[in-house]
């Protein structure tokens, strides 16, 4: 297989954190339903190409998103695979709390937006009521000794609203961090930022006391701009990259366009830039080539793309 | 149309220029033959969105690139359009050459090679021998008055050899220098570097005193790395950027993987840097989509289908 040639670059680090959202963000907005043997194949292939971190579902009620329906019969079928402080769940609320807490997880993350449309659209509530429901939820996930990741979506720009300012978007950042989270979840929800809004986004919240590394970024590929801005994230000092398996997960708020940056386009630029992660980039596409065939259509990864052809 | 927010960021440049390779580059590696009528029209759409450079056609013999057999009647079509500084001609020859200067052509760009095996593929030549051709090319050229571009392909990877040595692409670009190019175009021609590697090769170009504005760069998306190397490049001092409208070209070295860096998710990212180019992007993808209907494929521009979509 074809590798990228290894050229490190001055004052890049020596280790980052790719953070999977594949089995999670990917598969809740692809149209087909998979099975939750299928689920969990994906989930193990993908911790044995090296993934550390794998975000594994979303205790969403089923009507709200059957994709993902299956939460519980997933987590079992896992079993001591699916926990631990680096297999977040998803949870929207206190009841998703509870259902995760049942199972034994210790890793979960809360779905805020920066934009107030956006909060409603997804969460049927005002910025300020979900940041509410947030609170007792990461209250209790700490006390019970849980990490908590905080998503913020639409930190950049909103179908519905616009440009969203950077005011706004280091409010609800700084608000999640006085919650309690461990780690926050940037999201360029729609796909349109550019390098120089996310660093201005990344000063700006290191102003407001959030530093780099207490970020990860989370960039969707449908204007093309999500490994560039990932790059440029890099060079500013976060270490924790968002990214799905074979690009799968759509945009919802764009018909035809691509969604979550692959991880293997990821792969390739932290390779090339000698910089570790942990994954096997041939078993990656191997597992990404699998999952393709069993959603039954191919991969948005332009290296699993490339690969293939080649 | 939705379009990119507008954040510069500190040390880029106020102004760049995009080389459109489209017609050329890109046209030359589509399967379809397209009517000489149809690319004049595709040419002039793309001045009117604001393309300040297009390179035009090739001057190579019909039987090497049926795709590009129409030079002259193109020209003739396109008049005065066809002409000036900034409508540089590719010629592969003395011959070519000859051809190009009877049209009026003014500006010309001759194709080198930093591989021994991609030289004798493409131009039947050793490295050395090509030189030796392109010798009596630029210099009759330059007598003439013409402006003269020396495109260096295989700077990263090969396929045949594999990674290439930044020193034998160095000697390469010196000895085009010599010959008295006023601009290099660093080609990746199969897509495969990453930013250290681009920078790396930046930084001993500029050793060998050739600085960054000498050259421009010329990246291919195959492996999803084309917009961060350029990226790259533009925070090292490179002002010049090639790009295909719509990412037409394909890659002849990949099956089904994408070629030339889409001008569209160039111009989005270089829009929200607050980068100046001349382009109207929505002119500009108006032209792609079009012409992407002529060819009877959608397009590979990330932004065209998430516009299309929206």
């Known amino acids: 297989m074809t590798l990228p040639m290894v050229e490190p670059q001055a004052g890049m680090p020596d280790e980052v954190t790719i953070y999977e959202v594949g089995p999670r963000d990917g598969l809740q907005n692809e ?6 043997e299928v689920k ?23 009507k709200w998103v059957p994709q993902l329906g299956d939460a519980e019969d997933l987590l079992a079928q896992l079993g001591l695979t699916g926990l631990g402080r680096q297999r977040p769940v998803l949870v929207p609320n206190e009841r998703g709390l509870d259902r995760a807490l049942e199972q034994g997880v210790s890793a979960i993350a809360v779905f805020g937006s920066a934009t107030e449309t956006f909060a409603r ?7 300020d009521e979900s940041l509410d429901m947030f609170g007792p939820v990461v209250r209790r996930a700490l006390d019970g000794g849980a990490w908590v990741r905080g998503y913020v979506s639409m930190c950049f720009g ?33 796909g349109v930022a550019t390098p120089g809004h996310v660093l201005r986004l990344l000063d700006r919240l290191d102003d407001a006391g959030i530093g780099p590394d207490q970020v990860g970024v989370h960039f969707h590929d449908t204007y093309g701009q999500a490994l560039s801005n990932t790059y440029a994230a890099l060079g500013r000092g976060v270490r924790v990259f968002d990214a799905s398996t ?13 969604g979550n940056l692959a991880t293997e386009d990821l792969v390739w630029m932290l390779d090339g830039l000698g910089i570790r992660h942990g994954v096997d980039l041939s078993a990656l596409v191997e597992t ?23």
Request: with cysteine.
């Open 40 to 62: 969990a194949e994906f989930i193990n292939r993908l911790i044995a190409a090296g993934l550390q971190t794998v975000e594994i579902t979303s205790m969403v009620p089923q």
């Open 288 to 310: 990404s080539t699998w999952m393709a065939q069993q959603l039954g259509k191919p991969s948005a990864s332009r290296v699993v793309k490339a690969l293939a052809g080649s």
């Open 121 to 127: 659209k997804n969460l049927n509530r005002s910025v």
């Open 246 to 258: 074979g690009g799968l997960g759509g945009c919802p708020y764009a018909k035809s366009a691509t």
């Open 31 to 36: 149209s087909l339903a998979v099975p939750t």
């Open 158 to 190: 909103d179908p519905w609203e616009g440009p969203v300012p950077i005011d706004q978007v280091v409010d609800v950042c700084s608000r999640l961090m006085d919650l309690g989270c461990d780690q926050l979840s940037l999201g360029d929800t729609i």
